[in-house]
């Protein structure tokens, strides 16, 4: 479910909530029973508006080429000890082992200042 900011002028407070994305609230009564608040001494009958609106997190597939051109490292389990880079780069290790630090990606050649 997305997530909403909503803004309520009357006391300058802003609550964040979760609710299914047909719904709108536009009391603060509304909005305080939905983040399980209590109204205080703020009217419940105030009008609160939406300011921020957050998507939910998208997952998409990408292909180790893919990873690697943009700059990151994918590390898969091989045996105890032992991880192989698939997304290795010219003058890296393919393969990833405990207690062989020349074996470690080379991080500082994929990410810049």
Known sequence: MPVYQYQCEANNRTVEVTHDSGVEL???????????????????????????????????????????DAGFTKLVKRDQGVYENVTAIEGEARYMKKGRKETIPHVHKKVSD
Do not use: F, K
Request: proline share 9%; hydrophobic share 35%.
């Open 26 to 68: 536009r009391t603060w009564g509304e909005l305080c029973y939905v983040a399980g608040l209590d109204p205080g001494v703020t009217d419940p009958g105030v009008p609160v508006r939406r300011v921020i609106r957050t998507a939910p997190a998208v997952s998409v597939q990408a292909s180790n080429s893919e990873l690697r």
